[in-house]
């Protein structure tokens, strides 16, 4: 059974910090990009940063504009989990993270594979 266990999310005052992780099961963790994508309420399910180390290629890792400087994804590939450590979080990146794997181009468009349940994320000002 294909699993993304997200998991991190909580109530932060503005500029403070979270780590969010993505655990991977029942798939090939070397074969899928991960990324994080959030959706506050009321809008668009958005990218926010997703990572590729596969096998035989190089590793890529991407950024949308708005968490640049601020957010660093990492990879465990012995744990098969993804991290988002989020700092100098701000009202604005209030919204569920979701954790989502994908076999085809890497990229920050919401569509995915695999989907997680979500972690809140709620940054107070």
């Known amino acids: 059974e294909v699993q993304l266990q997200a998991s991190g999310g909580g109530l932060v005052q503005a500029g403070g910090s979270l780590r969010l992780s993505c655990a991977a099961s029942?798939?090939?963790?070397?074969?899928?990009?991960i990324g994080w994508f959030r959706q506050a309420p009321g809008k668009e399910r958005e990218g926010v940063s997703v990572i590729s180390t596969r096998e035989g290629a190089d590793d890529i890792t991407l950024y949308a504009d708005y968490v640049k400087g601020r957010f660093t994804i990492s990879s465990d590939k012995a744990k098969n989990t993804v991290y988002l450590q989020m700092n100098g979080l701000k009202p604005e990146d209030t919204a569920v993270y979701y954790c989502?794997?994908?076999?085809?181009?890497?990229?920050?468009?919401?569509?995915?594979?695999?989907w997680g349940q979500g972690t809140q994320v709620t940054v107070s000002s």
């Open positions: 029942g798939f090939n963790f070397d074969d899928y990009a």
């Open positions: 989502g794997a994908t076999s085809g181009v890497v990229h920050l468009v919401p569509s995915c594979d695999y």
